[in-house]
């Protein structure tokens, strides 16, 4: 595993779609071209291509010869008291592909809430969550990844991400962890 302040060097060995970083807009990589690294953190990594910022989701790691990230364990009898700190462990492995630490040290999140869902102990997630700045265009994508994190922990069977801009987020929101993280 590489630490945050290393590169690397890769060569694309498939043609694979990525999203550009900060526009999260869809490109496509080729075979051949040459890529570097610099963030692989959460389940996705954050490469330069050509000048070019962009972010590639864990589950196509072979396109640039890695191995998925790891994934959180998940208790195989997950009780309903249990699924909240599952679900805030999980959000610790989302990260905004510019900024080497998660998205709750972060301070983005501003309410997670538990909910039944239905009579068999099943849940329903509601997250209030915002950016670090209103105009980010990786914020579909950031939220998408909560969703599809959150979703595939056992009882979660609906999830709404509401994006939130009152209160703006400010630096004062993150931990002193990622403050420290971030040289601030």
């Not at 989701?57 to 790891?70: L, N, S």
């Not at 080497?100 to 999140?109: C, F």
Request: proline fraction near 7%; charged fraction near 25%.
């Amino acid at each position: 595993m590489m630490n945050r302040r290393q590169r690397e060097d890769v060569l694309v060995r498939r043609t694979v779609t990525v999203e550009t970083v900060p526009s999260g807009q869809a490109f496509e990589l080729h075979e051949g071209q040459l890529a570097q690294i610099t963030q692989a953190l959460g389940g996705s990594f954050t490469l330069v291509v050509e000048g070019q910022m962009v972010r590639l989701k864990g589950e196509d790691a072979d396109a640039i010869g890695k191995e998925p990230p790891e994934s959180i364990e998940i208790p195989k009898d997950v009780k309903v008291d249990d699924v909240e700190p599952l679900v805030w462990d999980v959000l610790r492995t989302c990260y905004d592909p510019e900024i080497p630490v998660n998205i709750v040290e972060l301070g983005l999140i501003y309410r997670c809430q538990v909910d039944p869902f239905d009579a068999h102990g099943d849940v329903r997630v509601t997250i209030d969550m915002t950016l670090t700045a209103p105009g980010c265009g990786m914020g579909e994508a950031i939220a998408n990844e909560v969703c599809d994190k959150v979703l595939a922990l056992p009882r979660v069977q609906d999830i709404t991400v509401n994006l939130v801009f009152d209160p703006p987020w400010s630096r004062a929101m993150m931990s002193e962890e990622a403050q420290l993280a971030l040289g601030l």
